[in-house]
Nanobody, 123 residues
Framework: QVQLVESGGGLVQAGGSLRLLCAAS????????MGWFRQAPGKEREFVAA????????YYADSVKGRFTISRDNAKNTVYLQMNSLKPEDTAVYYC????????????????WGQGTRVTVSS
């Protein structure tokens, strides 16, 4: 069993930055693939970014490439999502998730999910 707790969300103006954190329980954090997904009101959950167990490679949705950076610290059992140049369309609830195998991009490949942290970007 893995428990995930996200934090770092909030309200920010367009062009601003936020850093999301996801703290994971479990002794074997280092073997997990970690992903960030988001769900905006009235829309389906979508892939944002993912990172392999070693920290590389990383994967990004086209919509966030060049603006968001995913990283992890296995010693702290934490994965981060640095979000820069935020846009109103980035407004969503952001979820982190754990996968052992399968596609990095598909939410069906992820086995455990956090409760989410809300990000609101005002124009």
């Amino acid at each position: 069993q893995v428990q995930l707790v996200e934090s770092g969300g909030g309200l920010v103006q367009a062009g601003g930055s936020l850093r999301l954190l996801c703290a994971a329980s479990g002794r074997t954090f280092s073997i997990y693939r970690m992903g960030w997904f988001r769900q905006a009101p009235g829309k389906e959950r979508e892939f944002v970014a993912a990172i392999s167990w070693s920290g590389a490679p990383t994967y990004y949705a086209d919509s966030v490439k060049g603006r968001f950076t995913i990283s992890r610290d296995n010693a702290k059992n934490t994965v981060y999502l640095q979000m820069n140049s935020l846009k109103p369309e980035d407004t969503a609830v952001y979820y982190c998730a754990v996968a052992y195998r399968g596609s990095y991009y598909q939410d069906t490949a992820y086995d455990y999910w956090g409760q989410g942290t809300r990000v609101t970007v005002s124009s």
